[in-house]
């Protein structure tokens, strides 16, 4: 029983659905068409009966709600209506008329009759603003990270962007709101008033344009890196790296107390300290981009002068041979002094105790002399002599007193 009940109901919905469509095939002379619009536009939507009745009422519905005939927008057009025709027009289309429209006509004769649907594909206009070329920032240095990008709007269907002249791979990126491309690259100095045009185009969209100029300053950034900080003797090796906000095409030189160049074409230097350099000396690293524009830093160096060898440093040797000699020739003067007195001194007692020992030896009487024999009015001296006397020699009666 219960499945030919539902094979009734079938049938019943069957012969409404064609005793519909024979009535509607008798009514309705022309169904709403679909069409394709821009946004701006108008759009209108007619419907033809096979009888134009002054008693018939033709009212349209979007999507199962009724327009709005109050709307500035929005004009029921009946002028054709004893032909039977009925006409929906809407002006100055907007993203929100989209959808799908029907009549429903009320019929005096035949009852209430409504129409197939007919679906109104707008294609969306970027708003007057767009596209919007933008960059991060309104100055840049060089070798700074640059950012140009295009933006527009979000709209169905998607329109095109694209940089003119310009290889990119960036693909559309997109959120609820916009659509965008980007290209990023270094700063260099040629890009300076450089201008970057992008184009937005599509499907019945007319190409627009917009533009940006970038601003890259001159200046060059450098700083001179040391591996370790520290203090260096003679013989060790110091290594300098040089960086700055420079590109591929840069050149370096370095120098010396701003007069030696000792290195060019390289970023990298390594010096030995050797004997000419002192503490102090100035190294300095110099990019040249693009004449002018350049840069330059400069590092103190850090020698330790009091760890200098003799062989290192000739005027600190001069110095110390010119101190050492002078303390040898005091200290051999002083010995030789020394040396001189304390000879001196032997050979005085050497001499007097030989002649002591020559004396005692051979005429020790001879010293003694008999004052108490001499009268006192007369002194005689007789002097006592190794030698034989000469028999030449007598005494002057003179000599005796």
Not at 68 to 82: A, G, N, V
Not at 115 to 127: D, F, S, Y
Not at 201 to 225: H, M, P, Q, W
Not at 241 to 267: T, V
């Amino acid at each position: 029983m219960e499945r030919n009940s539902n094979l009734k109901r079938h049938l019943c919905a069957i012969i409404m659905i064609c005793l519909i469509s024979e009535l509607q095939s008798q009514t309705i002379l022309s169904q709403p068409k679909s069409i394709t619009k821009k946004e701006g536009e108008s759009a209108d939507f007619t419907v033809t009966l096979y009888e134009g009745d002054p008693r018939t009422t033709v009212t349209w519905y979007k999507d199962g709600i009724l327009v709005d005939k109050y709307d500035p927008r929005i004009t029921y057009d009946e002028e054709e209506r004893e032909k039977g025709q009925y006409t929906l027009r809407i002006a100055s289309l907007k993203r929100s008329d989209k959808g799908n429209y029907n009549a429903k006509c009320e019929i005096y004769s035949q009852g209430d009759i409504n129409t197939q649907n007919a679906e109104l594909t707008l294609i969306e206009i970027p708003a007057e603003k767009y596209p919007i070329c933008t960059t991060w920032k309104n100055t840049y240095n060089i070798m700074d990270l640059v950012n140009v990008t295009c933006v527009s709007e979000n709209i169905n269907p998607q329109p095109n962007l694209k940089f003119e002249r310009r290889k990119t791979n960036s693909s559309i990126l997109s959120n609820e709101t916009n659509i965008w491309i980007s290209m990023e690259f270094r700063a260099v100095p040629n890009l300076n008033g450089q201008s970057y045009t992008c184009r937005q185009f599509g499907d019945r969209l007319s190409a627009e344009y917009c533009e940006i100029t970038l601003n890259v300053t001159n200046k060059i950034n450098v700083t001179i890196l040391e591996q370790e900080d520290k203090l260096y003797d003679v013989g060790n090796i110091i290594k300098l790296h040089c960086i700055g906000n420079y590109s591929k095409r840069a050149n370096f030189s370095w120098f010396i107390n701003e007069k030696k160049d000792i290195s060019k074409y390289s970023n990298m230097l390594e010096i030995k300290i050797d004997k000419d350099m002192n503490d102090g000396d100035n190294v300095t690293c110099k990019i040249i981009e693009n004449s002018p524009e350049e840069g330059n830093a400069s590092v103190s160096l850090r020698i330790n002068s009091n760890e200098l060898t003799e062989e290192e440093h000739p005027q600190r040797v001069c110095s110390n041979v010119e101190v050492h000699v002078s303390s040898i020739g005091s200290i051999i003067g002083l010995l030789a002094t020394i040396t001189v007195i304390l000879i001196t001194i032997l050979l005085n007692l050497m001499y007097g105790t030989y002649h002591l020992y020559k004396i005692k030896k051979n005429k020790p009487d001879k010293l003694l002399v008999q004052h108490a024999l001499l009268p006192r009015s007369s002194t005689r001296i007789t002097t006592v002599s190794d030698d034989p006397p000469d028999s030449s020699i007598q005494e002057s009666p003179e000599n005796v007193l």
